[in-house]
């Protein structure tokens, strides 16, 4: 390639193209390159050794937009801050001689051809354009073997990125409507009381058929009573099981030994104060302790397996703040966590409306 029609390369290559060649250049020579960018213009960083065995830092300033007098300057002190030799090459632009300061190296399309010319450094033809550039269905190009058989051959086998943005998009679309179907789903059975007492009866139909074990183990509760212990059948808490030696233990009494009154039978009468609903079992919170001002404080939790009481599936729904008398066996205490506090814990035999 001429000295004229790398000329004419360079005049017609952006900032970038242009900063390619001086890198290469500069690594051509033995020096070591880096790359930095500042706005429109890229700074060519490398260093060497000279003949003499000196090293060497050269900064060079692609401009793209054609440097002012005062930037030239500022770009020069910062050179001799860092101690580094000041290059300008300005190939689209050029530079008036009357702008460039003293002790700066300037170059234009012409002087750069010929430094690339000395070091054996051709710009590359691009004859591929991006029509011509085979890419697969990502966007990555492929390199082609030549032989034009295997190629038709692969095209068949190819997924056409279009059709596959299609087909991920139909994945998406059924994939978000399958969950908002199941939301609604979960929606609906949530604010239906009798859905929810469907499913329970259908579960508690399936339950009865599976062997019952002899052996129980809840991980939230500690202080666990001994199988041998007496204790009322689960089989009649639905039929209303109310221990006839069931006592009210004091609640202070109970809260500070739980573990000392484990498989006790107790009945106590208070206000709810909360309903909660797991998979296996309902709990309520009953505030048990009546104050002077005929408040409710100090919470039991009574807690019992769904389909052992209220075989209706609870159609008379407990509420909140109703006063309600509960019989049951103490089971030591739920298991304390970062929002709530341990309770002694009651296995709950019959719940009835105050009066009930």
């Known amino acids: 390639m001429s000295e004229g029609s790398i000329h004419e390369v ?4 952006s900032a970038v193209d242009v900063a390619s060649l001086v ?12 790359l930095t960018f500042s706005g429109p213009d890229i700074h060519v960083e ?3 050794e000279t003949d003499e065995g000196a090293t060497r830092t050269v900064r060079t300033w692609v401009d793209a937009d054609g440097a002012t007098e005062r930037q030239l300057r500022v770009f020069v002190n910062a050179c001799d801050r860092d101690e580094v030799e000041p290059h300008v090459v300005a190939a689209k632009t050029g530079l008036n001689s009357g702008v460039i300061p003293p002790g700066i190296a300037t170059f234009d399309a012409s002087g750069l051809a010929v430094e690339l010319r000395e070091a054996g450094v051709e710009p590359e033809d691009d004859e591929t354009t991006e029509e011509e550039q085979e890419t697969d269905w990502l ?10 058989a295997d190629d038709d051959e692969e095209e068949t086998e190819e997924i056409d990125r279009r059709e596959a943005v299609k087909t ?4 998406v679309l059924v994939g978000l409507g399958s969950y908002l179907a199941v939301e609604r789903l ?58 006839a030696n069931a006592t009210r233990i004091p609640y202070h009494e109970l809260a500070a030994d739980t573990a000392a009154f484990s498989g006790d039978a107790v009945r106590y009468e208070g206000t709810v104060d909360s309903v909660k609903e797991r998979e296996e079992t309902f709990q309520i919170d009953l505030l048990v302790a009546e104050t002077e001002a005929d408040e409710w404080t100090d919470a039991v939790a009574c807690r019992w397996e769904i389909g052992t009481l209220f075989d ?41 409306r105050t009066g009930g």
């Open 312 to 352: 209706d599936s609870m159609s008379v729904r407990l509420l909140e703040n109703e006063t309600v008398t509960v019989w049951g066996v103490v089971r030591g205490k739920t298991r304390a966590t970062r929002y709530e506090r341990a309770l002694p814990l009651i296995e709950t035999l019959d719940i009835t």
């Open 186 to 243: 979960s929606d609906y059975v949530q604010s239906s009381p009798e859905a929810r007492a469907a499913i329970r009866r259908h579960m508690t139909d399936l339950r009865g058929r599976l062997p019952r074990m002899d052996v129980s183990f809840d991980p939230n509760v500690t202080n666990q009573t001994r199988m041998n212990e007496a204790m009322p059948s689960r089989q009649s808490a639905s039929g209303g099981d109310r221990p």
């Open 23 to 34: 890198q290469r250049l500069w690594e051509e020579r033995g020096y070591e390159t880096t």
């Open 168 to 171: 991920v998009a139909s994945y």
């Open 10 to 13: 360079i005049s017609n290559a």
């Open 46 to 48: 490398a260093v060497g």
């Open 139 to 148: 966007g990555e190009p492929v390199d082609g073997d030549g032989d034009d």
